[in-house]
């Protein structure tokens, strides 16, 4: 996790300084309870002492007293033991009175039925997850199987998603930058034969996978959204086919780079950003360049150099700082940045779309009965149907119609959960489960092929390890919000039942464990920033071992799995700016003179001006990656009209230059009167500087 986008804020455990300052008690407690249980036997105060480093006096870098771990290591046992039997006697003293406390794991506590949770638990649970990183889909299902959860009490969870195989196979397209070939039914039921299209994005939404793309045999300006479900056929790659037109979305995050140097011209004392994502041209290296190249570089202006610098990336930042910045080299690259500052100059407004509220938020859409009742009740059915094919006990097919009338259910429903469960076998849970199903002959009667019951037929098994990730969601959560400390910790009892019913555990530390004097004193500095809400520049190492100058406007210290990272903003307008800086890789951190500048999009007092543009259709990609962006209606040839969430005039400048020659109109708005006057104006200077 390294400069990525932060995740929701709402559930980002944020590391204070009192925090920093002691070592973590849930987790040192989790270390207590997998101790014991492994120890199957009586254990002294004396030997728990010894054999845990979490309490010893040096577990946390005595070489900074501010943040020395427990100083008194029994009391700190004491009081460990105390907050776990909290609600329940999990463990239990043997000693006599007045001796050396001699503490066991309850024999009878080892022995009581499995867990299962509570509606209300297991939602804890769920939004405990969200502070782990990777995805828990196999365990929230798991979740679900071991809670009481009926109708009235829904986890707004899918636990049927999968990716279909036609995905996996678009995904490679994509990479490959091949047409894909296949069979199309769409919504009004006309049937296409051998469909081609150009994939350039895959995305899930409202419980459906689709593919955007381009049709090669139509206008370049012409894109689709296809609904993967509606695929009649298998998904043929030509591999002997490149792309017609360029991919406007780069795949994942890998950019397409330059195949040479990009070379741009910076005005005196602008474009700061720009400043720090390149390097000067030195004087030796501006000589051996050719007269017909510096011969585009303004008079006074600084010359910058950036290697693989990203295509997508860098079209993106230089039309931000349109009239602040020239493109030198390459030519191609040069010229495309001239056409989309010659379409700028010639913008005009528009007045605002009749019939429709540009002001307030979006109504929340609520989530409908199928959303809300899948989650529980269809891995009820699959794990019913699943249970009644190995009653049987044959391999013999079982008629559809026999299912239909032990259940009553609909054949439909019956093909769908069977087609569900035919997914269920694949490897996408990098699981082998014996109990295999699907259709067969011709009057599609259901087989299946016996073997030991899976273990999630009877009921979904929370491993040890899905118990330490659990117990440390939790924790992370219960900093958070500690006033539900309380209805947390009845939560990790349980989980901690699952840990102690699985004796011979061996953990791996987990967790922020020392925080060295060098890392305090990043922390320090870290934490004045934010206090005097300044700017830090640092020298940042990033995941290629490449040191480089970077600037952020720190939000938070956050302390995730083994980790601590700095929360900030980035002077990027493109995406959400957003990032998480690993603590370890920040060398030369110093506060700057300039405080946070209010352009930037965040948590505000005060509402966002909502405004409304116009932007061409391959302009969604861009949108797609804008948090202040929604979509209020697409045009039959595919322009859109977007609103944007407006925090002041700068972000909305830079926003609208990103847009170039995808910008149609920016519609009248008393919150920006003169946005168009001043849009041309920028592109006219940008055309000046170009000598256009």
């Not at 039959?636 to 009209?641: E, H, V």
Request: some cysteine.
């Amino acid at each position: 996790m390294d400069e990525i986008d932060a995740f929701d804020e709402e559930f980002v455990p944020n590391l204070t300084r009192e925090m920093a300052k002691a070592a973590f008690p849930g987790e040192r407690q989790l270390f207590l309870l997998c101790f014991l249980s492994e120890a199957q036997r009586p254990v002294a105060t004396s030997e728990i002492l010894s054999q845990l480093q979490r309490y010893h006096p040096d577990f946390v870098s005595s070489e900074d007293e501010s943040l020395v771990g427990p100083t008194d290591p029994a009391g700190t046992l004491m009081s460990d033991i105390t907050n776990i039997n909290q609600g329940a006697k999990i463990i239990v003293n043997r000693a006599e009175v007045g001796q050396e406390g001699i503490y066991q794991i309850n024999p009878e506590f080892m022995s009581e039925e499995p867990v299962r949770f509570t509606a209300a638990e297991a939602s804890w649970l769920e939004v405990g997850l969200r502070f782990l990183e990777g995805d828990h889909t196999i365990l929230l299902t798991k979740i679900l199987g071991l809670s009481d959860i009926g109708k009235e009490d829904i986890i707004d969870l899918d636990t049927e998603l999968r990716i279909p195989g036609s995905a996996q196979t678009l995904f490679k397209a994509i990479m490959q930058r091949n047409p894909v070939t296949f069979d199309y039914r769409n919504m009004k039921g006309t049937f296409t034969k051998d469909l081609v299209i150009e994939p350039w994005k895959l995305y899930f939404h409202n419980g459906y996978f689709y593919v955007q793309g381009h049709y090669p045999n139509e206008y370049s300006g012409k894109f689709r959204t296809l609904h993967l479900s509606r695929f009649e056929s298998e998904v043929t790659i030509n591999e002997d086919v490149s792309f017609t037109v360029p991919n406007p979305i780069p795949p994942i995050d890998l950019d397409s780079p330059l195949h040479e140097p990009l070379l741009f011209a910076l005005a005196p004392n602008a474009a700061h950003e720009l400043r720090h994502r390149a390097q000067p041209v030195s004087a030796s290296e501006f000589s051996e360049l050719s007269a017909e190249v510096t011969a585009h570089v303004p008079k006074d202006w600084e010359l910058f150099k950036v290697e693989n610098a990203g295509f997508y990336d860098w079209v993106a930042l230089l039309k931000e700082f349109l009239a602040d910045a020239t493109v030198v080299s390459p030519a191609w690259f040069r010229d495309k940045i001239i056409a989309e500052a010659s379409q700028l100059s010639k913008l005009q407004p528009a007045p605002a779309p009749r019939g429709k509220k540009t002001g307030g938020t979006p109504k929340e859409r609520k989530p409908s009965k199928i959303s809300k009742d899948n989650a529980f009740l269809m891995a009820q059915k699959m794990r019913t149907l699943a249970q009644f094919l190995v009653d049987r006990a044959s391999d013999q097919p079982v008629e559809v119609s026999a299912v239909t009338k032990h259940f009553g259910w609909e054949e439909a429903e019956v093909r769908d959960l069977v087609t569900r469960l035919s997914l269920l076998t694949a490897d996408e849970f990098e699981v082998e489960y014996s109990l295999q199903v699907g259709f067969v002959g011709p009057d599609h009667s259901l087989i299946y092929h016996a073997g030991e019951t899976p273990d999630w037929i009877k009921l979904p098994a929370i491993l040890p390890a899905d118990a330490i990730n659990l117990f440390l969601g939790l924790e992370a959560l219960s900093r958070y919000v500690p006033t539900h400390r309380e209805a947390i910790t009845a939560v990790e009892n349980k989980v901690a039942t699952i840990i102690l019913q699985s004796p011979g555990l061996t953990l791996v530390p987990l967790g922020v464990d020392t925080i060295s004097a060098e890392d305090g004193a990043k922390l320090e500095k870290l934490w004045d920033a934010i206090e005097s809400k300044h700017l830090i520049e640092m020298e940042y190492t990033n995941a290629a071992d490449e040191k480089k100058l970077d600037r952020a406007a720190p939000v938070a210290i956050l302390a995730i799995k083994d980790q601590i990272y700095l929360q900030g903003i980035k002077q990027k307008v493109r995406s959400y700016p957003w990032r998480l800086f690993r603590l370890e890789r920040m060398n030369k951190i110093r506060l700057l003179e300039e405080s946070i500048p209010a352009a930037r999009p965040r948590k505000s007092a005060h509402k966002p001006t909502p405004v409304t543009v116009r932007l061409g259709s391959e302009a969604l990609p861009q949108v797609d990656q804008i948090r202040e962006a929604r979509v209020l209606k697409r045009e039959k040839n595919g322009d859109l009209t977007v609103e944007l969430s407006a925090y002041d005039d700068k972000w909305l400048t830079r926003t609208l230059l990103s847009f170039g020659k995808d910008l149609r109109a920016f519609c009248d708005s008393k919150a920006f009167p003169e946005m168009t006057e001043k849009l041309q104006e920028i592109a006219k200077r940008a055309l000046a500087n170009y000598q256009v």
